[in-house]
């Protein structure tokens, strides 16, 4: 049990892992269906499959827990990339606007000096 719990890996798991564990089995092992079987075969083996199904479970939550977090990492990863492009192309293409504003600007300026100097 010691070394199951050692597996966790951190001490926050392994709490949580014993609690769970100890109101698990105080709700199981008061189960008339796991009293019978344990009556039918060894009480041992029952707890050790008890145990080993606990742990198969826990660590699946784990798991899942774990995929789900790399996948809201992934997502928001993916959306700051998607914000940076867009931002990228707003910038550009308001860059290109006043680009053509100030080329309008000096161009209408030009033709007035021109107008001028021919007088």
Do not use: C, H, P, W
């Not at 931002?87 to 000096?113: C, D, T």
Request: avoid cysteine; proline fraction near 0%.
């Amino acid at each position: 049990m010691k070394n199951i719990a050692k597996e966790q890996k951190s001490n926050s798991l392994i709490t949580k892992y014993i609690s769970s564990l100890a109101d698990s089995s105080e709700k199981v092992l008061t189960n008339q269906i796991m009293i019978d079987a344990a009556k039918s075969s060894s009480a041992i083996t029952v707890l050790q499959k008890f145990i080993e199904t606990y742990t198969k479970e826990f660590n699946e939550q784990i798991e899942e827990t774990e995929n789900e977090n790399e996948r809201r990492r992934y997502k928001n990863n993916s959306d700051q990339e998607n914000a940076k492009y867009y931002f990228m192309v707003g910038g550009g293409a308001f860059l290109a606007f006043l680009f053509i504003v100030f080329l309008s600007i000096i161009i209408k300026i030009e033709r007035n000096l021109r107008r001028d100097s021919t007088n």
